[in-house]
């Protein structure tokens, strides 16, 4: 497998811990139309070492990352968190080890304090 869309799960409101964890071919994953989700636990998307591309457009209510979010994603070079403008916590380890990471757009984060 090397896409997973998960848009249909609209009244999804949470994600557990190590959900997709260790899927090395994972290369896109589009979170677009989880419009419900509002906590994703911890080591989501951990050691995906060929994810490239993560869609989080549409996932406005999310209000907390757990701890390991993308850490190990080795090829991810570019991430927009712009929309995620109710986020108040990520856990530990975010995106460590994102050794390509280039480009990390989180404006619309602090949008709500300006």
């Given at each position: ?42 080591y989501f998307l951990t050691r995906c070492s060929r994810l490239v591309k993560i869609d ?59």
């Amino acid at each position: 497998m090397t896409e997973i869309d998960l848009r249909g799960l609209v009244g999804l409101t949470s994600i557990g811990d190590a959900f997709l964890s260790g899927c090395i071919k994972l290369s896109e994953v589009d979170l677009g139309g989880l419009i419900g989700l509002t906590s994703i636990g911890d080591y989501f998307l951990t050691r995906c070492s060929r994810l490239v591309k993560i869609d989080f457009k549409g996932v406005s209510g999310l209000k907390s990352i757990g701890d390991g979010f993308l850490s190990g994603c080795d090829e991810l070079s570019e991430i927009d968190l712009g929309g995620l403008g109710d986020l108040t916590s990520i856990g530990r380890f975010f995106l460590n080890g994102s050794s390509r990471l280039t480009e990390i757009d989180l404006i619309g984060l602090f949008s709500k304090w300006m």
